[in-house]
Structures are given as C-alpha cells and as structure tokens.
C-alpha cells in the first residue's frame, strides 16, 4: 500500500457544484497534513493546513479522521479558477523527515 | 520578504552534459528539499539538505546527481552526464523548522524545468 493515496481523477464538475476529495495515509503515526494546490506546469501551493478538529477557509472545509486515516477537502460553490491539482501531504514522526506527497486530485470545473 | 527563488527556469542540454540547478529558500529558512517531477506524476522526494548538511538523500539516484546547500549561496541540485530521462520539472522547497517532524510548512520555488536533447 502507498504511503499516501488519492484518486487522481479527474472530477468533472459544473460551476457552484460541491466537490470532495479523500487522501489516504498508512502510517498511523503521521502527525500533520496539509492540503496543496498545483496549477498546470506550476509550483505547488500551500492550500490550507488539516487540524485534528477539522477547519474552514471561505469556501474550503478540511477535515481529518486519523480513526480510518484519511483526510478530506470540501469545496463548495466551485469556480472555474479552482480547475487544478489539489495534492495531500502527510508528514510522519518517528525519524522521518520528508513530507510524502499524494499523487494528486485533478479538478476541472466547468461553466 | 521574497519567496524561493530558483534559476535557471528552464534549461535545456545535451545528452551527457551537466544540469546544475539553484535554489535559494526563503528568507530565514534553513532547511531545503528538491522534488523531482516527471509529467503527469507526482512530486517525488529526492533529497533534504540543512546548511552544510545533507540530512536525507534516500531519493536521489545513487550516480550522476549530487546536491549541496554550502554556508553562503545556494543549494545546488547537479546532474552529470545527463540522459533523457532526466527531462522533468525539479522543484525546490525550503522550510523555517523540520518540515517532517515539526509540520512546518514547505514553500516551493517556481521550478527548473530540465530538457534534454
């Protein structure tokens, strides 16, 4: 099993649509998420943080249940401008020190 | 307060030629990781340099590439006697804490897209 596994997708979704991704992790010993975003032939982005107790930015909700190791992104009310990658990173204690990278989540929303 | 900055943004060279990359982390960062990836793939770790250091380079291919971060100047990712498959985007990423451990976040640079002939 991969460390960290995502559908790549892609999702096909029309403006103001409610879209959600899931991100599985193995190592029940990972500490922090985070969630990033990446345009075509673009840098990654920092997204948003996943807190234990879940939070929201605007129209971003993340959410993390470590019981089934997963975290997940909600985008509500989609924009044309949130077409992209969304890519989960999970970093683990233990001695390692290298944040693992999904695959990544493609999204295409569309008018 | 500029972001990571990495030069050249695209570099094309011959097979057998030598690619060196350079990226200079945030303001106040110490700690610096490259990436490589290919097109329609994910980012794979290659290896994580502290000042001076090399902390972790379990995914850098054991011949032709090397990688430093000196006291002064920036960390440079060198690729001897390139192949074709070298051909990627080589993205780097700087944090202020242990990334891994601390959950600092990492900052990426815009990318050195790397092609060879």
């Known amino acids: 099993r991969k460390e960290v596994e995502q559908d790549p997708g892609p999702f096909n979704v029309p403006e103001g649509a409610t879209v959600a991704f899931n991100c599985t992790y193995s190592?029940?010993?990972?500490?922090?998420f985070f969630w990033y975003r990446q345009d075509c032939r673009k840098e990654p982005k920092l997204l948003m943080s996943?807190?234990?107790s879940g939070n929201e930015d605007g129209r971003f909700t993340a959410q993390l249940n470590r019981a089934s190791q997963y975290i997940s992104l909600l985008i509500r009310d989609s924009k044309l401008s949130d077409s992209a990658t969304y890519l989960c990173?999970?970093?683990?204690?233990?001695?390692?020190?290298?944040?693992?990278f999904g695959r990544g989540t493609s999204l295409i929303v569309h008018p | 307060n500029a972001g990571v900055m990495q030069n050249p943004r695209h570099l094309v060279r011959r097979r057998g030629q030598e690619a060196r990359l350079r990226c200079s982390p945030m303001?106040?960062?110490?700690?610096v990781y490259w990436y490589r990836q290919l097109p329609e793939e994910g980012l794979k770790f290659m290896v994580y340099?502290?000042?001076?250091?090399?902390?972790?380079e379990s995914g850098m291919p054991k011949e032709r590439f090397s990688a430093e971060f000196p006291k002064e100047g920036p960390s440079i990712l060198r690729i001897q006697q390139v192949v074709r498959g070298d051909s990627a985007a080589y993205f780097c990423?700087?944090?202020?804490?242990?990334?891994?451990?601390?959950?600092?976040?990492?900052?990426f640079g815009p990318g050195t897209r790397l092609t060879v002939l």
């Open positions: 990423a700087s944090s202020l804490g242990l990334a891994g451990v601390r959950g600092d976040t990492q900052y």
């Open positions: 190592n029940s010993a990972s500490q922090s």
């Open positions: 996943v807190y234990s």
């Open positions: 990173v999970v970093n683990s204690s233990g001695g390692s020190y290298i944040p693992t």
């Open positions: 303001k106040g960062h110490s700690h």
């Open positions: 340099l502290q000042k001076e250091n090399i902390i972790d």
